[in-house]
Each structure stands twice: as structure tokens, then as C-alpha cells.
């Protein structure tokens, strides 16, 4: 498996960059990494929003007829990262599309509530934007399937599982995109952001408060934790779990070390606890999870990128 870890292309930076100090509540900016050499994009720093980081790059795999994309979230604790951080060739040469975005930080969006929504609604309005170009970039607007580490990987999850925001009224042809994703495969989610969860599944849980704490209200775990309860409302629309239903599509998770629920980890930001009981509760919503990590059972596609490849290019 150590093997089967090291191809993870896709994820392997934006998850080392997503790791935090062990005392540290919300993950500090990650040091400038050495990021995969790829083609230069076919459309670099497309502009998607008002904001400094509102930019994409795109990358159009050659076809004669609409491609499947691969749509990336770099990861970074939503406090860090860059769109950089992705090897694209191995899509390109199954004839996928590659976007990857930048967003908001949450210490860049200290004016939005909870500032967590900024990364989130960017990436979903990046989604909508790459789908208002699909004529143009020769994409097939159905078949795209979110990807990243960490941070980016509860994004990703939050795309596939939230109901679509789409607003068929609006007069913004952009707007009127869809938000749903054919699939999603990710790299050591966090796929919830309740603490009260977190600590029941993994009792050394650190992370997550940076999402809702506005000028550092929440100076360690414990006061993330006491106010559970007044920021319930914002826990039911911002963490995967809490928004999976049985219409979402099939979502993959990879951990690199095997789960132990209920029990301290090594690196409780990134434990298999996540993976086994958001698994567990998307069974019994009826929508598709693998979840892959060293000695995991009844494994059939051992990297994100072969599952990637496979579920994006299946028939319909």
C-alpha cells in the first residue's frame, strides 16, 4: 500500500500542505512546495469571480466529442494552498479535461459568516462557471467529478452531497448552472465538521473550529465543542455528513492508515475514522462509498486516479 500511496498524483501535495501543527487549532500556511510539472493550462487564471483568488486554470484533453473533467480543490486547511498542486497528464491521457481553482482563505473572508462559506461557495461557483463553458471548452457538463487533500476533499464531499444551487430564475446564465457532481474521490477527508462527532469518532480530534470562528473565537477544541449548539444551523448546511441524501452520487476516500473508532490516531485531521462512519451512514442512505486505506477489505480500485478514470469514463 505504501506503493499504492505514492501514486496518489492527484492528492499527495495539497494533503502533506494540509496537515497542521499539533497544538495548532486551525492549520497555519503551508511552506511553498515544489508542485507537479505540467503542460501549460489552455486557459490559465480564468477570472470566475469578484476576488483575488477567483481564478481556474483549464486544461482541454483532445477529443472529437465532449469530454468527461476532472474539477480540483487544492487543499491547505482553506488557509493555505494553490491550484498548482495537481499532476494532469494522467487524466489527459484518458481524454478527461482537468479544471483546478483557487478560492478564498477563510483569514480572507473574516467578514463572511461562518467564514467557511467563502471556499465553499467559491468552489461551487467555479463549478458553474466551467459549466456555462462546456460548449466552448468541449466538455461534457454531466460527467464531472470533484477531487482534493484534506480541506479540499471536504469540499469536494460538500459539492457531492449538497442539494444543487442552481437558481433557474436568475437572470445570471451562470447561476442557472447546476452545482451536482457525477462523483467525487478524495484524499484524507474530513467529512464532518460537528466537533461533538469528531470526538466521539476519534477522542484527540484538533481541527475544524477554524471553520466557524471568526477572528480566532474559538482559541482550542474545547470552545469549538461548547458552541455546538449555537452553531448547529451553520454545522447542518457546511459539514458532508449532515447532507447526504439519497439522490448524491458514488464518492471514494483514501486514508493512509487504517481506522481505529473511538481511538486516539496518530493524525486525527486525516484518520479513516472520518472515512468508515461517513461510509456507514451513507449505506444507510443508499449512495455508493468506498473507502480504501492500508488492509482495507474488498478493495477494487486501489488510487483515487483509478477510480477517477473508471467512474468518469462508464457508460451512462
Not at 481541527?207 to 452553531?231: L, M, P, Q, W
Request: with cysteine; net charge positive; proline share 9%.
Amino acid at each position: 500500500m505504501k506503493t499504492a500511496l505514492a501514486l496518489l498524483l492527484l492528492t499527495s501535495i495539497a494533503f502533506a500542505a494540509d496537515t497542521p501543527a499539533k497544538k495548532a487549532e486551525a492549520p497555519k500556511a503551508p511552506a511553498k512546495k515544489v508542485y507537479p510539472k505540467n503542460p501549460p493550462p489552455t486557459v490559465a487564471n480564468l477570472k470566475y469571480g469578484p476576488f483575488e483568488r477567483n481564478v481556474l486554470d483549464f486544461w482541454q484533453a483532445k477529443s472529437d466529442k465532449p469530454t468527461p473533467l476532472l474539477f480540483f480543490i487544492h487543499g491547505g486547511g482553506w488557509m493555505g494552498g494553490d491550484k498548482a498542486g495537481i499532476a494532469v497528464e494522467p487524466f489527459l491521457k484518458e481524454g478527461i479535461s482537468v479544471v483546478s481553482i483557487n478560492y478564498r482563505y477563510i483569514s480572507q473572508a473574516q467578514d463572511v459568516v461562518p467564514p467557511v462559506k467563502a471556499p465553499l461557495h467559491d468552489a461551487a461557483l467555479a463549478l458553474q462557471t466551467v459549466r456555462s463553458k462546456a460548449a466552448e471548452w468541449n466538455i461534457d457538463k454531466a460527467r464531472i467529478g470533484a477531487s482534493g487533500g484534506s480541506a479540499g476533499a471536504c469540499s469536494s464531499l460538500w459539492l457531492a452531497f449538497h442539494p444543487d444551487m442552481a437558481d433557474s430564475k436568475s437572470g445570471d446564465p451562470i447561476a442557472r448552472e447546476s452545482t451536482r457532481l457525477w462523483t467525487a474521490a478524495v484524499n484524507g477527508p474530513q467529512t464532518t465538521l460537528d466537533p461533538k462527532q469528531m470526538r466521539e469518532w476519534t477522542p484527540n480530534s484538533k481541527y475544524g473550529g477554524h471553520a466557524f470562528s471568526k477572528n480566532g473565537e474559538f482559541k482550542n477544541f474545547d470552545d469549538f465543542v461548547a458552541a455546538r449548539e449555537r452553531i448547529l444551523p451553520w454545522i447542518a448546511e457546511y459539514s458532508p455528513y449532515a447532507l447526504v441524501s439519497s439522490d448524491d452520487p458514488p464518492v471514494y476516500c483514501y486514508f493512509g492508515a487504517p481506522p481505529a473508532i473511538g481511538q486516539e490516531q496518530k493524525d486525527p485531521t486525516h484518520t479513516a475514522n472520518f472515512g468508515v462512519k461517513l461510509q456507514e451512514h451513507c449505506k444507510e442512505n443508499g449512495v455508493a462509498c468506498d473507502v480504501v486505506y492500508p488492509g482495507a477489505p474488498d478493495v477494487k480500485f486501489k488510487t483515487i486516479n483509478d477510480y477517477l478514470i473508471a467512474k468518469l469514463k462508464e457508460a451512462k
